[in-house]
């Protein structure tokens, strides 16, 4: 059988005010890698100054600060400074944002048995959860 070491990684920013996003969601993300859904590769907040002055802050050594109890990042800097500039760009002066590197186990375990069996991955596309649940809300209101 096919083994790869990383399955896709999925790179989300998160906005918030202030300096570190709401423990609710670092909590998420924690059930998510003690459920073995999910491993944490890269954790760095971009903060935007009200003139635009952006700084950025890699979490590596303080993560037990930030919420994540013994949770070690395991690819640290895999969002490189052209990721974080371009996605800077969608932080408004004044605020804040996590850029989340997730591996998707659950992901690297199916692309194992695909290239297993010959078979390969031609597309992939995500749908945020908030079109889902409105254009199902929307049906359900057709019906």
Known sequence: MAEFEYGPVELHLIGFE??????????AIVDLIQAGIVRLLDFTIVSKSEDGEVTVTEIEDQTEEYGFGGVELA????AGDEDI???AQQIEPGSSA???????????????RFAASGSVILRSERIPAPIV????ALAAEQE
């Open 85 to 87: 500039d371009e996605l």
């Open 75 to 78: 690819e640290v800097g895999l």
């Open 133 to 136: 649940n409105e254009v199902l």
């Open 18 to 27: 202030g300096d570190r996003p709401d423990p609710s969601v670092i909590e």
């Open 98 to 112: 996590a850029l989340v590197a997730l591996e998707l186990v659950w992901a690297r375990r199916l692309a194992e």
